[in-house]
C-alpha cells in the first residue's frame, strides 16, 4: 500500500540521516583529535608562552626530593632549564623554574605540560613522515596516560621515580622531531634530552635512548638526586624511560606465575584455593598483584599506604574489597580461607602494621594465618618516597623527605628493621617469603635489618629472590615477558593477535619439544585464552606472555603476515620487559643465580643493545638503574614495529634470535645445564649460530688440591 511504502521511504531517509550525522561525528572528531596532534608535534610553544600552571591537587603527584643543591648547583640547573627557550622568555621563567626547584626539588615546567588528553591514539592520527616515528609516539603517549602512570604530571610512569621524560620542555621537543623523521634519520636521546636527528639509513634504528649512563665512580645514590635536579641525567626505571610500558597487565602476568610456582615449589600444590598471600604496594607496577591474586584463586592481602593508589585499583576492579581495620583484615582473612574464597583485600595502611598484627595472631594464639609473602614497595628508592616509614602518616613522611631527610631516613631504617622482625616470626612458623626484586631485602640488610644468612657471604640472604629461587630457571630456558601492541587502537586487533598467538603456541607444541618446555607453553597458552575475560587492558591495546626464541619469531611472523593481508588494520608494535632473558644484568634479581663470579658484570645488557639495534630494531634503549635502584642494575630494551612488509619479517628473525640467544648463551657460559640444554637446541635449529660452550669441572676436589698445592709452594 502506498502509505506503508512511505513510512518505510521516510524511515530510510531517517535512517540516513542519523547514519550520516554519526559519520559526520567521528570525521569532525578525528579531525579535532589530528588538530590536537598537530599542535603537540608543532615544536615547544613559547610565543606566546602558555599560562603558567602549578600542580594540579586533583591528581596523585611525585613525592618532593631534596636534593640538596648549592647555590652554585642552583644557578646550573636554572641555566640548563632555560637553555630550551629563547633568551626574550628567561625573564618570565627564571623565577618560576626556581620556584619548581626549590618547592618540588625538580624542574618538571607544568607551564608546558599539554592539555591533549593523554593516551595512545591510533597510529593513524599522529601527523608523520614515516610509521616508525607514529608507533613511537603512540608508545610515549601511552606512558603518560594517567590510566597507566602512576604520576603522570610529573612524567613518571612507574616505580616512584620511572621518568620517561625528564621535563615537558622535552616531550615537545621529541614529539616535533618524530613527527619530521624520515626513514633515514635517528633520534638521539640523552636521559630525557633529545640531542637531535642525524642522518643514518632504513636500516638503522629511527630512536637510541641512554638513560642514566654514569661514569661508574658517580653512580651512587646521592650523586644522581643532584645531577636529577640538575638537568643532566634521568632515572628511567626499566620500561618507562625505554616507552615500552604497557600497564599493569606485564606484572600481572609474572606475579600470576610467580605465585603459582611458589605454589607449586614450597607448598607442593597446584591449587592455591584456601591459601593466603600477604603483601604490599598498589601503586604502579605493584598494583597488579590484586589481579594477579584473583587470578590464581588465593587470597591476597595487599598494603598500601596512599589512598589514591588503593581507590584507583577498586575502581578499575582488580581490588575486590578495602578496609582500614586491621581486625577487619584477620577476620576476613580466616573467613576466606575457610570458605576457600577467592579475595584480594586491599588495607589501607602501612605494611609494617598489618605484618606486626600478624606476628602478633601468631604469637598469642599459634595460627600462622599466611602461606607465601613478599613485598612490592619501590624499596629501590626507599628515601624518595618509595617506602613510608610506619611510625608517622604519610603526609608527614612526605614534610620529612623535604625537610628533614636525615630524620626521615631514621624513621625508614627503623620500619624496615620492625618490618623483618615481623616476617621473622612468621617465616618461622612455616610462611614463605621471597623478595621481589625490589631491593627490599638489599635496604633492609643496609638498615640492620636480620635478613643476612647465617655463616654467608655479604649479599647472600636468608630469603630468596623470586628470580633465584622461583624463576631462574625460567630465563635459563630461554623464556621472558614477550609483549606486543596493536597500533590501531581497536581491540578487534587485539582480539586477532591473540588467537594467532594461541594457535602459534599449540603449533610449536604440537611440533614436539622437551617436556619441561612444554609446561611453559601450555601455562601461555591458558594466560591468553583467559586473558580477555580478565579485563587485562590498561592504556593501549597490548598483550604480554612468556615466550623462548622459537616462540618469539614465530608470534613476529604470524603478526607480520596479518598486517600485510589486512586482517589486523594497523601495525604491530613488539617489545619485551628489560626483565628478561638477556636484558638485565643485576646481581640481587636478574642475575642473582649466576654463578661463576660474574653477576656484577654489565657485558650482557650492553652487548644485547648494541646487537638489537644493528639486527632490525626500530628503537633501543640502555639504563642504569631500574627494579632495584640506581647503581644497582645496567638493563636494556628495544621496540620493533611490524608492518607487513618482507623487510619487517627478516629483522624480527635476526633480531629475535639474538636478543634470547645472548642472555641463554652467557648463562651457560657460568655453568648453567639447562641453559646449555637450550642452546645446543638453539644451535641445531639455526647452522649459522656456533656459541663457546664451557667444560665442567667433574671433581671440585681437584680444584681443593690444586689451590692446597699452590699454597704449599708459596710457603
Not at 625528564?166 to 621529541?174: E, P, R
Not at 643496609?446 to 640472604?461: N, T
Not at 652487548?607 to 630494531?617: K, L, M, P
Request: with cysteine; charged share 20%.
Amino acid at each position: 500500500p502506498k502509505q506503508v511504502l512511505q513510512r518505510e521511504f521516510q524511515f530510510v531517509v531517517c535512517w540516513c540521516m542519523v547514519v550520516c550525522w554519526s559519520r559526520w561525528q567521528e570525521i569532525g572528531l578525528d579531525v579535532a583529535i589530528m588538530s590536537t596532534l598537530k599542535e603537540v608535534c608543532a615544536g615547544l610553544p613559547v610565543d606566546p608562552l602558555p599560562e603558567q600552571r602549578t600542580r594540579d591537587p586533583t591528581v596523585p603527584h611525585a613525592p618532593v626530593r631534596r636534593p640538596d643543591l648549592c647555590p652554585r648547583e642552583q644557578r646550573l640547573a636554572l641555566r640548563n632549564a632555560l637553555r630550551y627557550f629563547p633568551p626574550a622568555s628567561h625573564a618570565v621563567l627564571a623565577p618560576e623554574f626556581a620556584n619548581e626547584l626549590k618547592e618540588f626539588g625538580h624542574i618538571y615546567m607544568y607551564r608546558f605540560r599539554p592539555s591533549v588528553p593523554m593516551k595512545a591514539y591510533p597510529i593513524n592520527e599522529y601527523p608523520c613522515q614515516c610509521k616508525q616515528a607514529a608507533a613511537i609516539m603512540h608508545m610515549i603517549m601511552n606512558n603518560l596516560d594517567p590510566a597507566v602512570a602512576q604520576f603522570p604530571h610529573e612524567l613518571v610512569t612507574y616505580g616512584g621515580n620511572g621518568q620517561v621524560l625528564s621535563n615537558w620542555a622535552q616531550f615537545w621537543l621529541v614529539m616535533n622531531y618524530l613527527s619530521e623523521m624520515s626513514d633515514d634519520q635517528t633520534l638521539v636521546m640523552y636521559s630525557g634530552h633529545p640531542m637531535g636527528l642525524y642522518p643514518s639509513s632504513r636500516q638503522s634504528p629511527r630512536l637510541v635512548i641512554t638513560n642514566g649512563m654514569m661514569v661508574p665512580n658517580y653512580s651512587s645514590r646521592e650523586e644522581y638526586e643532584k645531577f636529577f635536579a640538575m638537568g643532566v641525567t634521568m632515572y628511567g626505571q626499566m620500561t618507562a624511560g625505554s616507552y615500552c610500558y604497557i600497564g599493569p597487565q606485564g606484572i600481572v602476568h609474572g606475579t600470576t606465575l610467580t605465585v603459582l610456582n611458589a605454589a607449586r615449589r614450597y607448598l607442593k600444590t597446584n591449587s592455591l584455593s584456601g591459601k593466603v598471600y600477604v603483601t604490599s604496594g598498589l601503586g604502579g607496577m605493584s598494583g597488579a598483584q590484586a589481579k594477579a591474586a584473583t587470578i590464581c584463586g588465593c587470597i591476597g592481602v595487599i598494603a598500601e599506604s596512599r589512598k589514591d593508589a588503593l581507590l584507583k585499583r577498586y575502581k578499575q576492579g582488580w581490588l575486590l574489597e578495602m578496609t582500614d581495620n586491621l581486625d577487619h583484615c584477620v577476620d576476613r582473612i580466616r573467613s576466606a580461607r575457610d570458605a576457600n574464597e577467592t579475595l584480594s583485600l586491599g588495607y589501607h595502611g602501612n605494611v609494617v602494621d598489618l605484618w606486626e598484627k600478624l606476628a602478633m595472631v601468631y604469637e598469642r594464639t599459634g595460627e600462622c594465618l599466611v602461606h607465601l609473602a613478599s613485598d612490592q614497595t619501590s624499596c629501590h628508592n626507599p628515601y624518595g618516597g618509595g617506602y613510608y616509614p610506619v611510625q608517622v602518616p604519610v603526609e608527614e613522611a612526605e614534610r620529612l623527605i623535604k625537610d628533614d631527610p636525615t630524620r626521615f631516613r631514621e624513621l625508614v631504617q627503623e620500619s624496615l628493621r620492625r618490618q623483618v622482625a615481623a616476617i621473622n616470626t612468621l617465616a618461622g612458623a612455616g610462611m614463605k617469603f621471597w623478595d621481589y626484586g625490589n631491593a627490599f631485602l638489599l635496604e633492609a640488610s643496609r638498615a640492620g635489618a636480620d635478613v643476612c644468612a647465617a655463616d654467608a657471604p655479604p649479599g647472600q640472604f636468608r630469603y630468596p629472590s623470586y628470580v633465584q629461587d622461583i624463576m631462574g630457571e625460567i630465563f635459563s630456558m630461554g623464556f621472558g615477558p614477550f609483549r606486543w601492541v596493536c597500533s590501531s587502537g581497536l581491540p578487534e586487533d587485539l582480539a586477532t593477535t591473540d588467537r594467532l598467538a594461541t594457535e602459534v603456541l599449540n603449533s610449536i607444541v604440537a611440533s614436539g619439544v622437551p617436556d619441561y618446555v612444554s609446561q611453559q607453553y601450555s601455562d601461555n597458552i591458558l594466560w591468553i585464552k583467559e586473558a580477555g575475560k580478565h579485563e587485562m587492558v590498561v592504556g593501549s591495546q597490548a598483550r604480554i606472555l612468556y615466550s623462548d626464541r622459537q616462540g618469539r619469531i614465530a608470534l613476529a611472523l604470524a603478526f607480520n603476515r596479518a598486517v600485510a593481508s589486512g586482517q589486523l588494520k594497523g601495525p604491530v608494535i613488539l617489545s619485551r620487559d628489560h626483565h628478561d632473558v638477556s636484558g638485565t644484568d643485576s646481581p640481587f634479581r636478574e642475575t642473582s643465580n649466576i654463578t661463576d663470579g660474574s653477576m656484577f658484570c654489565a657485558d650482557m645488557a650492553v652487548q644485547n643493545v648494541i646487537g638489537d639495534a644493528f639486527r632490525g630494531a626500530t628503537w633501543v634503549a640502555v639504563h642504569n638503574g631500574g627494579g632495584v635502584g640506581w647503581g644497582e642494575v645496567v638493563n636494556g630494551g628495544f621496540g620493533l614495529v611490524l608492518d607487513g612488509t618482507e623487510e619487517a619479517a627478516g629483522k624480527a628473525s635476526t633480531m629475535l634470535e639474538w636478543d634470547v640467544c645472548n642472555g641463554i648463551s652467557r648463562r651457560s657460559w657460568s655453568g648453567n645445564g639447562t641453559a646449555e640444554q637450550t642452546l645446543r637446541r638453539a644451535m641445531d635449529a639455526n647452522a649459522k649460530l656456533k656459541v663457546t660452550l664451557p667444560h665442567q669441572v667433574a671433581d671440585d676436589a681437584l680444584l681443593d688440591c690444586a689451590v692446597h698445592q699452590s699454597d704449599m709452594v708459596i710457603q
